[in-house]
């Protein structure tokens, strides 16, 4: 069974940078579909960035430029934020396609 756990939220100021960490067990494949989600406060679940085992990536609009999402190609799988905004404030959840798994989420909390 896959298990998925999100690491690295907080409370930080506008302009400044954070960097997500999703740990994922229990695969069973070296292939992979991963993603980065957020959920704003009031808001419905959105994607932010995807990455694949070809390394193909993917970024929501709002993310370019300012959002990096990368794997150490084995269990690890990273969210760099940086300009942060106070509409940035949400749940960030990891997400494995494959199996359709979600982790619990991370509160990240912009402030003005």
């Known amino acids: 069974q896959v298990h998925i756990v999100e690491s690295g939220g907080g409370l930080v100021q506008a302009g400044e940078s954070l960097r997500l960490s999703c740990e994922i067990s229990g695969r069973t494949s070296s292939l992979y579909y991963m993603a980065w989600y957020r959920q704003p406060p009031g808001k419905q679940r959105e994607l932010v960035a995807t990455i694949n085992t070809n390394n193909k990536i993917t970024y929501a609009e709002f993310a370019k430029g300012r959002f990096t999402i990368s794997t150490d190609r084995a269990n690890m799988f990273y969210l760099d934020m940086s300009t942060l905004k106070p509409e940035d404030t949400a749940v960030y959840y990891c997400?494995?396609?494959?199996?359709?798994?979600w982790g619990q989420g991370t509160q990240v909390t912009v402030s003005s």
């Open positions: 997400h494995d396609d494959w199996t359709d798994s």
